[in-house]
């Protein structure tokens, strides 16, 4: 069962800081998105590097972000619309990035914060608990 997204692709108007990111920076924004979705697998800045430096020679950048849109889907288990990933990237590659940055926000990320951020401040963010310092026994001696 699949779940919609909460906006939609072309809702740039729901906030226009992310819109206007989206289309003057999108390395940023494909940066920022990949390193959420990757759980800090993924820098934020190699990955915005990447994305402008195949941007800039081969304008093919679309390829690489619409593996995390896939991703992003999978994990909130969210319909693949309107059509597949790849398609949506070639041909709407900044809306898409913004409709993905802003899921990530609308689910609880401080997208900008990185995932390291989110993890410290465990916004949205699922981290292995506390260790406790040890095993303690409590006695009864004096």
């Known amino acids: 069962m699949s779940g919609g997204w909460s906006t939609g692709l072309l809702d740039c108007f729901s906030d226009c800081s992310v819109c206007c990111l989206g289309f003057w920076c999108p390395c940023v924004v494909a940066g920022r998105v990949a390193e959420i ?3 800090g697998q ?3 800045f190699w990955h915005g590097c990447l994305y402008a430096a195949i941007n800039y020679y081969t304008n093919l ?3 690489i ?14 319909e693949e619309k309107p059509c597949n990933d790849c398609c949506v ?10 409709q993905e940055y802003r ?7 401080d997208v900008a914060s990185g995932w390291k951020g989110n993890a410290s401040q465990n916004r949205g963010v699922v981290t292995a608990p506390a260790l406790q310092g040890g095993m303690n026994r409590q006695s009864d001696h004096k």
């Open 89 to 98: 990237h070639f041909f709407c590659n900044s809306c898409a990035l913004c």
């Open 65 to 78: 972000t619409c593996g995390y849109r896939t991703q992003l889907r999978g994990q909130y288990m969210l």
């Open 37 to 39: 979705v990757s759980k």
């Open 103 to 109: 899921e990530l926000q609308n689910r609880g990320f």
């Open 61 to 63: 950048a679309w390829c």
């Open 42 to 44: 993924t820098s934020c």
